[in-house]
């Protein structure tokens, strides 16, 4: 049964770099599409990016287009979320997430991210 464990966020100013890091245990992590997502006070989870097994496709939310970079290493079995331009829309508990075959399997604890103005 896969696992996954957020790492990496914290307090940033407006304009600045935050890079956020989901390790997976227990699972076939080449085999999965892992994807972003966060949610903020009050509102509704939202799909950020994600990235296909291997690598060769990723997605991205409009509202982060051009300024988060969603990357992945198999061989250490950990995504990355490199975010720049952080706005305070930006704000957000952010969640890894492994699927398969778009079947969701496993969801991270989350990680907080809080862009001051």
């Known amino acids: 049964q896969v696992r996954v464990a957020e790492s990496g966020g914290g307090l940033v100013q407006a304009g600045g770099s935050l890079s956020l890091s989901c390790t997976a245990s227990?699972?076939?992590?080449?085999?999965?599409?892992m994807g972003w997502f966060r949610q903020a006070p009050g509102k509704e989870r939202e799909s950020v990016a994600s990235?296909?097994?291997?690598?060769?496709?990723?997605f991205y939310a409009e509202s982060v287009k051009g300024r988060f970079i969603i990357s992945r290493d198999n061989a250490n079995n950990t995504v990355y979320l490199h975010m720049n331009s952080l706005k305070p829309e930006d704000t957000a508990v952010y969640y890894c997430?492994?699927?398969?075959?778009?079947?969701?399997?496993?969801w991270g604890q989350g990680t907080q991210v809080t862009v001051s103005s």
């Open positions: 997430r492994a699927s398969l075959n778009n079947f969701p399997l496993s």
């Open positions: 227990g699972g076939a992590f080449n085999l999965y599409t």
């Open positions: 990235i296909s097994r291997n690598g060769d496709s990723t």
